[in-house]
Each structure stands twice: as structure tokens, then as C-alpha cells.
């Protein structure tokens, strides 16, 4: 928890949107927590106390097995949590260990109360440390079965230094996997990169607070991808929870496919996706497109490819209708495919464009991409080839996105192309790179990769947490390509809902794949077979909990209380 605030220097704040799990800086959270006492009633102790209770459930249900817990507590508020979770913990009958670095004489506020009550019940051991050299004296603490790190949170500037430091050093010959209260300490809350310089602690599974920081929506904050980061609710008010940074979780869209459909329903009421791609050779990439679109739910899917792969794109769903397309002499789109009257044909009764798969980059190709939507005001979503051919003229881009809802697609190196830039720089300004481009040229961009981004043209941004490496294979994109386009036909009122959902269900489905097989033998259509699995999981669980990242599953030991080390 944040401590320390001022409800003045609230001044000027702006929601990401109504109903969205909003990321707060560390400032912004600071206020939260000053304006959910001040204005709301709401005791910081209050607070404090289900900050603590919320690790202890969680602790109890992710790490059943644990009999023995060390907490190390720094002495500001993320230690008085600490604290308080050490005395809850003895409460409910293990054996608990605390370690403070620090002398308890310096503690003020709602830590000074959390250690007096921890000194002043029967709370298993208590060592208050002072010196690296003291620490060392207590190495029988790190034998235990899990570890609570609670030394700094949210208000830590880096780098960590003196006792914080030397128990990061002394906590390294333990093998016990570490549960982060609110953040791994070191780690700054405002980070938005995947990884940080300097010494942090290793993490195992991060719960926080009330609302992600940028740290816990950006950050590779645990040692391996699927373990959880979680968001705990402990009674702030949806009022208090403001912020200006424009950010928003991905995940919470996934609402907008959660309502059951009418009783009456037909497919006219789903959309019509067109998927246009496919060249000699690539056949596999528009079938999987178009196969995702139809298992997103679109009421119909029409691929339109070469005659020449046309078998084997209609082959991949007996559901699926095709166009043929007239091919030039290398089995790409040629060009009396461009005709006013074919596309007229070709477009009657669509509702949503998926543009680019497998589509090849010649003159005439690049010519029918750009009569297509020329052609058609319809939403469009646009991938691969199609991106590359926008890239050669990105002036028409924000011409084609005026009164529509255009869709980019592109990996970093794709978004290099468009930007004019090298991939190094798009990676290592993602977040400034993807909003600069979304507002100048009034699409929706998703840009793929660690933490997917959604910009949309208004500036706001939208941050995914599923996905895994195993998708870093062909074909992934395409299936992305898919289920935007078969998401925003059924949901082309709510543009950026439906991204954000059909990003969030793509990298949650694969998730759900590897946790049946390995990630090096995951295929992108295998993320297809889960995706029922997808649509119908719960981020947030009945507790409140919300799983950023993991899967709320209790995992088995392999070796006792040795997760971390596996």
C-alpha cells in the first residue's frame, strides 16, 4: 500500500473508460488510497488489514502445502502489510517466521500499529535485524516452505541499497518459492519495460492492490511467464480509482463475450467476415484466418483466395465459403480481380474485411487492397502482406481509416516498416510508438509481442497479459487476424471492447493450450481448440481476485515446497 498522500494534487483526471480495470501510477495510487480515507471513510488500517488478508488467502489456496513461511518486512507501509500477514498467517496455525530490517523504534503510522500487534501476540518468531552481518545469523529462517516478500512496494524509488539489498543476497540460498506483496522488491511500480536495471527481488507470484501499476501489467515480474500476478480488491471505491495515464487492462473486455446469446438468435445477427489472402505456397495462412473468425462466433466467414489454393482453404471447415480470385502468373491476387463490378459482387452483404494473410506483395495485389477499401466503408481488419503494402504508401493509411474502423495488426518489425523505423527503436518505446501512430492516423493498432498493446485513436491504450513463447510460431498472426475480425462482426458497436477481447482470447487460449503440452510443440491452431475454454474462464475470481497473468489452478508441488526451483 501506498502511504503518504495529499487529496489536493488530485487535479485533472481522466478515465480510461467506464467499467475498464484502469493501470494507476505509483502517484495516482497514492491518492487512491488518501482519497478512499479521507473523502470515502475508509481507515488506512482498514485497508491495511485486507491488503494482509488478501495475501493470506491467496497464500493459503496457490501454496496449500506450505507449513512453514518466513516474511521478510521492510519498515514502511508494503512491511506493515507484511506484518499483518505474518500475524494472520500464525493464526491460522503455521509456523511463521518474521524477519524485520530494521529496528521497530523508527516505525510511524499504520506500520508502528501492525508491529506492535505482531509483538504482541503469540506470532511465531520474530528477529529484527540490523546488519547484513545479522542476517547471516538467521539462515535457519530461509529453510522454510514459502517466503513473503513485503520489504518495499508501490512508493520504492530504486535502487535497493543497504538491508533491503543484503537480504535480496542472503534470500538467494533459499529454495522456497516467494510470494510479492503488491510488488518484487526493487522492481518500480512506474516501469514499463520487461525488464528493469538494478537488483530485485525473485518473485514466485505478486498479489497487489485495488488497481495494476504499469510494473504489473509491463513487467516479466515473476521467473517464469504463467505464474500468477493478481489484483486483490481490499474496499476502495470505484470513484477513488482515477487515473490520467490512458492505460487500461486488455482483459477486462472480456466481458463483452461473456452474455449468453438470445434464445432467438440467427447468423445474420453475427456478421459476415471477408478473409482476402492466400497466394500459391500460402494457402494455410487465410484457412486459419477464416477458421478463427468462425470460431470467434461470426454468423458467417467467406475467404476469398486464388482458384488455386481454393481446395485447400475450403478444406479446413466444411462451414466455411469461398470466392476464387483470378490469379497473375506467380498465384497472387491479379489484377481484373480490381474491377468495380467483381468487388461490388464481392463485398454484397459482408460486414467486416480481413485483409492480408498469405496475400503476397505485387503491384496488383497492392492495387486490389487498396480498391477494396476503397470500395467499402465496412470495419477492416489488415495483417501481413497488407500491412507491407501500406507501409510503401503510409500517406492513404489515415485517408482509408476516415469514418471506419481500421484494424493494424503488425509485429515489430511490420510496425518498423509503417513507422519508418528501425525494430530496436519501435521495442524499446512500444507504448509511445503505439499511441503516436494510432492518434495520427485514426486506427486501432495492435501491436504484437511481450504484452501486447491496443492503441486506439483517441490515445487510450490497452495492455494484454495472456499469451505465452509458444506462440512465437508461424501462423499466430493469422489466427489473431481471425478472431478480431470475427469478434468485431458480432460486436461492430463496440469497437474497442471487441479488440481488446479478441486480443485477450487469443493469448488466454494458448495458455490454456500449454498447460496440456509443451511450449515448443505448440501450434496456432491448437490455441483454436481452447478457445471455448477461452471464452468461457473468469479472470475474476469469487473472491475478487483478478488474474493479470497465471491461471487460478492449484498447482502440485513436484518436490515439496520447491516450485520456484523447477
Known amino acids: 500500500m501506498a502511504a503518504g498522500c495529499s487529496c489536493a494534487a488530485r487535479t485533472g483526471e481522466s478515465r480510461y473508460t467506464i467499467g475498464a480495470m484502469q493501470v494507476l501510477s505509483a502517484a495516482e495510487m497514492q491518492i487512491c488510497d488518501c482519497v478512499t480515507t479521507e473523502r470515502f471513510g475508509v481507515p488506512s488500517l482498514k485497508l491495511m488489514r485486507a491488503a494482509a488478508s488478501s495475501v493470506v488467502v491467496f497464500a493459503q489456496e496457490r501454496f496449500p502445502w506450505a507449513r512453514r513461511v518466513t516474511v521478510l518486512c521492510g519498515r514502511g507501509n508494503n512491511g506493515g502489510d507484511g506484518m499483518m500477514v505474518a500475524r494472520k498467517l500464525a493464526a491460522a496455525g503455521l509456523d511463521v517466521t518474521t524477519v524485520l530490517l530494521g529496528l521497530p523504534e523508527g516505525l510511524t503510522g499504520d506500520a508502528a500499529m501492525a508491529w506492535r500487534e505482531l509483538a504482541g501476540t503469540a506470532s511465531g518468531l520474530i528477529h529484527v535485524v540490523r546488519s547484513a552481518e545479522e542476517l547471516e545469523q538467521h539462515s535457519g529462517a530461509l529453510q522454510a516452505d514459502l517466503l513473503v516478500d513485503a520489504v518495499v512496494g508501490t512508493g520504492f524509488k530504486p535502487p535497493l541499497r543497504g538491508?533491503?539489498?543484503?537480504?535480496?543476497?542472503?534470500?538467494?540460498?533459499?529454495?522456497?518459492?516467494?510470494?510479492?506483496?503488491?510488488?518484487?522488491?526493487?522492481?518500480?511500480?512506474?516501469?514499463?519495460?520487461?525488464?528493469?536495471?538494478?537488483p530485485v527481488f525473485p518473485a514466485d507470484?505478486?498479489?497487489?492492490?485495488?488497481?495494476?501499476?504499469?510494473?504489473?501489467?509491463?513487467?516479466?515480474?515473476?521467473?517464469?511467464w504463467h505464474q500468477p500476478v493478481v489484483v486483490a480488491p481490499i474496499g476502495s471505491p470505484e470513484e477513488a480509482i482515477v487515473s490520467s495515464l490512458g492505460l487500461g487492462w486488455a482483459g477486462e473486455a472480456h466481458?463483452?463475450?461473456?452474455?449468453?446469446?438470445?434464445?432467438?438468435?440467427?447468423?445474420?445477427r453475427f456478421g459476415h467476415v471477408l478473409v482476402v489472402g492466400g497466394s500459391v505456397g500460402k494457402s494455410g495462412a487465410p484457412a486459419m484466418a477464416a477458421l478463427a473468425a468462425l470460431r470467434a462466433g461470426a454468423g458467417l466467414v467467406t475467404a476469398a483466395v486464388p482458384r488455386e489454393v481454393l481446395p485447400q482453404v475450403a478444406a479446413v471447415a466444411p462451414e466455411l465459403m469461398t470466392w476464387p480470385l483470378a490469379a497473375d502468373a506467380e498465384g497472387m491476387i491479379g489484377a481484373e480481380n480490381a474491377t468495380p463490378g467483381r468487388l461490388a459482387a464481392l463485398l454484397a452483404g459482408k460486414t467486416v474485411l480481413a485483409i492480408g494473410p498469405g496475400l503476397g506483395q505485387s503491384r496488383d495485389a497492392a492495387r486490389y487492397v487498396r480498391e477494396l477499401l476503397a470500395q467499402s466503408a465496412m470495419p477492416a481488419v489488415l495483417d501481413a502482406d497488407a500491412l507491407n503494402l501500406l507501409a510503401k504508401q503510409p500517406a492513404q493509411l489515415a485517408k482509408l481509416a476516415e469514418g471506419r474502423t481500421v484494424v493494424l495488426?503488425?509485429?515489430?518489425?511490420?510496425?518498423?516498416?509503417?513507422?519508418g523505423r528501425t525494430t530496436a527503436e519501435v521495442q524499446s518505446n512500444r507504448l509511445q510508438v503505439a499511441r503516436e501512430f494510432a492518434?495520427?492516423?485514426?486506427?486501432?493498432?495492435?501491436?504484437?509481442?511481450?504484452?501486447?498493446?491496443?492503441?486506439?485513436?483517441?490515445?487510450?491504450?490497452?495492455?494484454?497479459?495472456?499469451g505465452n513463447p509458444g506462440m512465437a510460431k508461424g501462423g499466430s498472426g493469422d489466427v489473431l487476424t481471425g478472431l478480431v475480425a470475427g469478434v468485431l462482426a458480432q460486436y461492430a458497436d463496440e469497437p474497442v471492447r471487441a479488440v481488446e477481447a479478441a486480443v485477450y482470447l487469443h493469448g488466454l487460449a494458448a495458455d490454456l493450450a500449454v498447460r496440456e503440452q509443451d511450449e515448443h510443440t505448440l501450434l496456432a491452431t491448437d490455441s483454436l481448440a481452447q478457445l471455448a475454454r477461452a471464452f468461457r474462464f473468469r479472470s475474476r475470481g469469487?473472491?475478487?481476485?483478478?488474474?493479470l497473468q497465471g491461471l487460478p489452478a492449484e498447482p502440485a508441488p513436484a518436490t515439496g515446497s520447491h516450485e520456484a526451483a523447477e
Open 163 to 198: 538491508l533491503a539489498l543484503a537480504a535480496l543476497e542472503w534470500l538467494r540460498a533459499s529454495r522456497a518459492p516467494v510470494l510479492a506483496v503488491d510488488l518484487p522488491s526493487g522492481w518500480p511500480a512506474d516501469a514499463t519495460t520487461e525488464t528493469v536495471e538494478g
Open 205 to 224: 507470484a505478486v498479489v497487489t492492490f485495488t488497481a495494476p501499476k504499469p510494473a504489473h501489467v509491463f513487467g516479466q515480474l515473476t521467473r517464469r
Open 255 to 268: 466481458a463483452l463475450v461473456e452474455a449468453p446469446r438470445a434464445t432467438a438468435a440467427n447468423k445474420g
Open 409 to 419: 495488426t503488425p509485429h515489430p518489425g511490420e510496425m518498423a516498416r509503417l513507422t
Open 439 to 466: 492518434q495520427r492516423n485514426g486506427v486501432t493498432l495492435v501491436l504484437k509481442g511481450w504484452r501486447t498493446l491496443i492503441a486506439h485513436p483517441d490515445g487510450r491504450v490497452a495492455v494484454n497479459t495472456t
Open 542 to 547: 469469487g473472491n475478487g481476485y483478478v488474474w
